[in-house]
C-alpha cells in the first residue's frame, strides 16, 4: 500500500468514525442541555437528573442507530481490505 492510498484510507476512516458517532454525541448534547437548563431554573442540582435522562436517551439512540452505524463500518472495512 504506498502513502496516498494509506492516507486516503485514513481519511475515510476518520470521516466515518465522525459520521457513526455524530448522532449519540449530538443526542447526548441536546439532552444535557436541556437538563441543566431544567436543573438551572428549578435549582435541583442532583447528578441523577442529569444522568439518568442523557444514559436512556444515548442507550435508545445507539439502539436505534445500530444497524446503520455497523453497516457504515463494514462498507469501510469492504474498502480498506478489497480495495473497492
Not at 47 to 54: D, E, H, K, Y
Not at 60 to 83: I, K, N, Q, S, Y
Amino acid at each position: 500500500m504506498v502513502d496516498t492510498e494509506f492516507a486516503e484510507l485514513l481519511r475515510h476512516a476518520l470521516l466515518a468514525a465522525m459520521h457513526v458517532g455524530a448522532p449519540v454525541l449530538v443526542v447526548a448534547f441536546v439532552v444535557s442541555l436541556g437538563t441543566g437548563l431544567l436543573q438551572a431554573a428549578t435549582g435541583i442540582h442532583e447528578t441523577a437528573v442529569g444522568l439518568l435522562p442523557r444514559l436512556l436517551v444515548v442507550g435508545l439512540t445507539l439502539v436505534a442507530t445500530l444497524p446503520w452505524m455497523l453497516e457504515r463500518m463494514v462498507d469501510l472495512f469492504r474498502a480498506a481490505v478489497g480495495g473497492s
